[in-house]
DNA sequence: CGTTCATCCTGAGAGC
DNA sequence: TGCTCTCAGGATGAAC
């Protein structure tokens, strides 16, 4: 469920109540949540035991803590738990004699007897794994994640190059993250929404300018999502101390099926793609004449 | 090569 | 009440 907000909200939980801590021991409940990791559940545990937990990093939806280097300080994180959340993954700060959480599939407990870190998962498509770090710190399984639009390392001519070279629906290009991280159906819609652009238009038929400005509004969307503590329809999304964000009271489309459009008072359309909704204006964000899906 | 589709899961809500 | 059906914040590998 968690697209870029909501998962930097868990980023920033994580170095808050995690980082620097001693893990003592690990639980996994089941094997299906480290089926990511190649050789095997009993060696992720093995693996994490003992080892200091470094600040959780973020690239796109993907989350890593890099394991403290034990030896030398100069000396860069040689690997990383990384964490993908899914659909439905939460990561909970909880007091150690709290009772199990009803998808809990992984428990860390510290040495300093502290909080543990629990992973829990409603549908399990989210998952942890340990992985080496390349040069510059990024996991094997995040290599192929393009930046989002507060690395660094965003490059947004590039990001419109992309976009312009694909032959597809403008929305596809948007929810792949090897264009532009981040994105999600929720957040995909509101930009699109923003920039007055109807998703199944293709990619290629936009202009350099128009395109510039819709990736100009995702990153506006993730911010004032990120400000507002994310999007929380249920209790499926919460921050690690269990709390809801708030911004689901601004979203303008996703999910507004039949409510007046905030622009023009048209009332919301709600339309099938990929297997999914998407939701639009129907006189800001016109269907084009010929649909690219 | 790029694009599209089916699939992994559980639970909530609607309609009968 | 209980059944069936649809839908849900995602990513991946295999098929075209």
Same mark, same amino acid.
């Given at each position: 469920m968690p697209e870029l907000p909501e998962v930097e909200v868990v980023r920033r939980g994580l170095a808050a109540h995690v980082t620097g801590r001693t893990v003592s021991g690990v639980e996994l409940s089941g094997s299906r949540v480290a089926r990511r990791h190649v050789p095997g559940p009993e060696d992720l545990v093995a693996r994490l035991t003992g080892q200091v937990l470094g600040e959780a990093h973020r690239r796109g939806k993907y989350l890593w803590i890099p394991l403290a280097a034990p030896d030398a300080a100069d000396e860069l994180p040689a690997e990383g738990l990384v964490v993908h959340l899914g659909m439905s993954g939460q990561l909970l700060v909880r007091p150690p004699g709290a009772p199990d959480e009803r998808h809990l599939h992984a428990r860390f407990d510290f040495a300093d007897g502290g909080p543990q870190l629990r992973f829990v998962d409603q549908r399990t498509f989210g998952g942890l794994s340990l992985d080496r770090l390349d040069? @510059?710190?990024?996991p094997a399984p995040v290599r192929h994640i393009a930046p989002d639009p507060?690395?660094?390392?965003?490059d947004r001519p590039t990001a419109v190059e992309r976009l312009k070279a694909r032959h597809s629906a403008v929305k596809r290009g948007l929810l792949d993250q090897r264009v532009?991280?981040?994105?999600g159906n929720i957040y995909a819609d509101e930009a699109l929404w923003r920039a007055g652009v109807h998703g199944e238009r293709d990619s290629s038929t936009l202009t350099r300018p128009v395109l510039g400005r819709l990736l100009d509004h995702v990153r506006d969307v993730l911010a004032a999502a990120l400000a507002a503590g994310g999007t929380s329809f249920? @209790?499926?999304?919460?921050?690690?101390?269990g709390a809801s964000g708030y911004f689901s009271r601004s979203l303008a489309a996703y999910g507004q099926a039949g409510m007046p459009c905030r622009r023009c008072g048209t009332p919301i359309r709600r339309e099938a793609f990929m297997n999914r909704s998407s939701y639009s204006c129907p006189r800001c964000q016109p269907r084009p004449r010929r649909a690219a899906r």
């Amino acid at each position: 469920m968690p697209e870029l907000p909501e998962v930097e909200v868990v980023r920033r939980g994580l170095a808050a109540h995690v980082t620097g801590r001693t893990v003592s021991g690990v639980e996994l409940s089941g094997s299906r949540v480290a089926r990511r990791h190649v050789p095997g559940p009993e060696d992720l545990v093995a693996r994490l035991t003992g080892q200091v937990l470094g600040e959780a990093h973020r690239r796109g939806k993907y989350l890593w803590i890099p394991l403290a280097a034990p030896d030398a300080a100069d000396e860069l994180p040689a690997e990383g738990l990384v964490v993908h959340l899914g659909m439905s993954g939460q990561l909970l700060v909880r007091p150690p004699g709290a009772p199990d959480e009803r998808h809990l599939h992984a428990r860390f407990d510290f040495a300093d007897g502290g909080p543990q870190l629990r992973f829990v998962d409603q549908r399990t498509f989210g998952g942890l794994s340990l992985d080496r770090l390349d040069g @510059r710190g990024i996991p094997a399984p995040v290599r192929h994640i393009a930046p989002d639009p507060f690395d660094p390392a965003y490059d947004r001519p590039t990001a419109v190059e992309r976009l312009k070279a694909r032959h597809s629906a403008v929305k596809r290009g948007l929810l792949d993250q090897r264009v532009v991280s981040g994105i999600g159906n929720i957040y995909a819609d509101e930009a699109l929404w923003r920039a007055g652009v109807h998703g199944e238009r293709d990619s290629s038929t936009l202009t350099r300018p128009v395109l510039g400005r819709l990736l100009d509004h995702v990153r506006d969307v993730l911010a004032a999502a990120l400000a507002a503590g994310g999007t929380s329809f249920d @209790r499926l999304y919460v921050d690690v101390n269990g709390a809801s964000g708030y911004f689901s009271r601004s979203l303008a489309a996703y999910g507004q099926a039949g409510m007046p459009c905030r622009r023009c008072g048209t009332p919301i359309r709600r339309e099938a793609f990929m297997n999914r909704s998407s939701y639009s204006c129907p006189r800001c964000q016109p269907r084009p004449r010929r649909a690219a899906r």
